[in-house]
């Protein structure tokens, strides 16, 4: 998985580009934690063999948390959630699931360890891994469509039985705490992370400022 920093950089820069008017502290911090959130799994991992990148990162969430979201701000004679928060309320949870889905699992998606999408209806990790460029001798090349007889989007690493994504909180197979090996937290891994995570940060403190002016 991404460093659970870089998700939360993208879920800063989609709740900077999408919370409008609802911008304010809490509702950035909400959003920040919506982009966080999906990473806990790794901590079920102790407790359920190869949890990480599939219980929290599964659609089924995000998709149930929608389909709500939608009964009750669309169908709903009265939406409670804009009755108790207002349209502030329901900003919030929008731009928050928005977060949850781009930056919390999608980031986790575009990288070799992958993500159990369909988790625990189809065990099966699947990663979107690839380039695109145009040559002048070759036109347009492509790597995230393989043909092998037919037309293959994704690629999988294995299933929770086969498949470990290695976390500072479980870095090794299996259940339990494995107190004998090294423990890694690492908050980026490249430059262009780190580039991520400091226009989050320079973007955030330039609008709440804006705010308090």
């Known amino acids: 998985m991404a460093p659970t920093l870089v998700n939360v950089a993208f879920g800063v820069l989609i ?3 999408l919370l409008g008017a609802a911008f304010d502290r809490r509702s950035i911090a909400l959003v920040a934690l919506a982009a966080a959130l999906p990473d806990l799994d ?4 102790l407790v359920i063999e190869g949890a990480t990148n599939a219980l929290l990162h599964s659609l089924w969430l995000p998709a149930a948390v929608g389909v709500v979201l939608y009964w ?8 409670w959630l804009a009755g108790r928060y207002g349209l502030y309320g329901v900003r919030v949870a929008w731009v928050a699931l928005a977060a949850y889905l781009v930056a919390g699992v999608g980031v986790d998606l575009f990288r ?3 993500v159990n999408l ?8 699947y990663a979107v891994v690839g380039g695109l460029l ?14 092998e007889g ?3 989007p994704l690629s999988s690493p ?7 994504v290695a976390t500072w909180v479980n870095p090794t197979p299996g259940t339990g705490i494995d107190r004998g090996v090294e423990r890694e937290v690492r908050f980026v891994e490249t430059g262009w992370q780190l580039v991520v995570v400091a226009a989050a940060a320079v973007a955030v403190a330039v609008r709440l400022r804006e705010e308090g002016e």
């Open 15 to 17: 709740g900077l580009a």
């Open 42 to 45: 790794a901590v079920a991992s």
């Open 72 to 79: 009750d701000t669309r169908y709903r004679e009265t939406s």
């Open 112 to 114: 070799p360890s992958g």
């Open 118 to 125: 369909l988790y625990p209806v189809h065990d099966r990790f």
């Open 134 to 147: 145009l040559s002048t001798h070759d036109g347009v090349v492509q790597s995230f469509l393989v043909f």
């Open 150 to 152: 037919a037309p293959i």
């Open 158 to 164: 294995g299933t929770t039985a086969d498949h470990h």
